[in-house]
């Protein structure tokens, strides 16, 4: 599943946003794995909005690294919760 973030009335740049589980039928544990790519700006935008919506803390994601060619960033928040 992808998100597109468009930028706002503030002008923020866009970011992508991808989301990706894995389940382990034992434990009956999911490994969820966000990860949003984009500028500096625009990761950091949506990092701090998360974190207003009580989704994770910021100190819970990975600092941003250079993601390919492209002059891009991302950063990721790996997170672990029950299934039914």
């Known amino acids: 599943m992808q ?3 468009l930028p ?3 002008g923020l740049p866009s970011a992508e946003v991808s989301i990706q589980a894995s389940t382990d039928p ?3 544990k999911e490994f969820i ?3 949003v ?3 500096r700006k625009g ?3 949506i990092i701090k909005t998360l ?3 009580r989704f994770a803390e910021v100190r819970e994601w990975s600092p941003p690294i250079p993601y390919g060619a492209s002059g891009e960033m991302m950063s990721l928040l790996r997170r672990q919760i ?3």
């Open 3 to 5: 998100a597109y973030f």
């Open 8 to 10: 706002n009335a503030s």
């Open 26 to 28: 034992v434990s009956r």
């Open 33 to 35: 794995k966000v990860m």
């Open 37 to 39: 790519i984009g500028s």
């Open 43 to 45: 990761i950091n935008s």
């Open 51 to 53: 974190h207003r919506l």
């Open 82 to 84: 029950m299934v039914d």
